[in-house]
């Protein structure tokens, strides 16, 4: 009776505290851009990137279609592939920070490590562009006291999204992945992809023609 008094309000805490840190919209320790509501727009966004191919035919397709979109890019990744980057800026994208390593353990990190990581991606995507960065997405979306106090330190608005596409899973078809995007698809949303991903540039053009047929634009 008395463990079951301890534990349940124990578990019901944890609970909450995994919920915060795992939820990016939780707005616990950072407050998160999920959506633009004032706006009639779709919102693209790709993370992960520099990627030295799969990036490059995402551009293509955007510029086909003439739609901007925000690259969140891995510092490390853009330091091997600079001429990628500066396509993306030349051709008028947002450039954001998905720190520098991307490692699995960064949301365990001491946030005196990712202001490192963060202050490392800006310095480098501001030397190659010439253009400050303004936002940071989380890696994972979690966020935690870290990166809360991390974002006040860099200066840098947290963002996240509102339709997550889950396209880093493979198994799952992207025609699959498609319809599940236009179920979601709300005026203001941010949509979630990676251009790291096989068949991105398939799943993009998928994408591409549901918002068009729901007459909004990019
Ligand atoms: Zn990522």
């Known amino acids: 009776m008395y463990l079951t008094i301890i534990i349940v309000p124990v578990l019901a805490l944890l609970s909450y505290f995994v919920w915060a840190s795992a939820c990016i919209g939780s707005g616990r320790y950072v407050r998160c851009i999920c959506r633009f509501n004032e706006s ?53 994208h947002n450039i954001g920070n998905h720190s520098y390593t991307h490692s699995g353990f960064l949301p365990l990190k001491r946030s ?19 253009r400050p960065v303004e936002w940071y997405r989380p890696p994972f979306g979690v966020t935690n006291p870290m990166t809360g106090k991390a974002l006040r330190c860099t200066g840098l608005k947290a963002i996240g999204w509102s339709i997550r596409t889950f396209d880093t899973v493979s198994l ?28 991105s540039d398939i799943l993009l053009e998928m994408i591409i023609k549901k918002i068009k047929d729901k007459g909004w634009s990019i």
């Open 40 to 92: 009639e727009r779709i919102f693209l966004s790709f993370d992960d990137g520099p990627h030295p191919e799969r990036t490059s035919q995402i551009l293509d397709i955007l510029a086909q279609h003439h739609i901007q979109a925000t690259f969140f890019l891995i510092g490390a990744n853009a330091q091997k592939h600079q001429e990628i980057v500066r396509r993306i800026a030349r051709e008028g």
């Open 112 to 130: 005196s490590r990712l202001i490192e990581e963060i202050d490392a991606t800006s310095n480098l995507l501001e030397t190659i562009t010439g």
């Open 172 to 199: 799952i078809p992207r025609k699959w992945i498609a319809r599940s995007v236009e179920r979601q698809l709300k005026p203001g949303a941010i949509i979630l992809l990676h251009d790291r991903c096989r068949d």
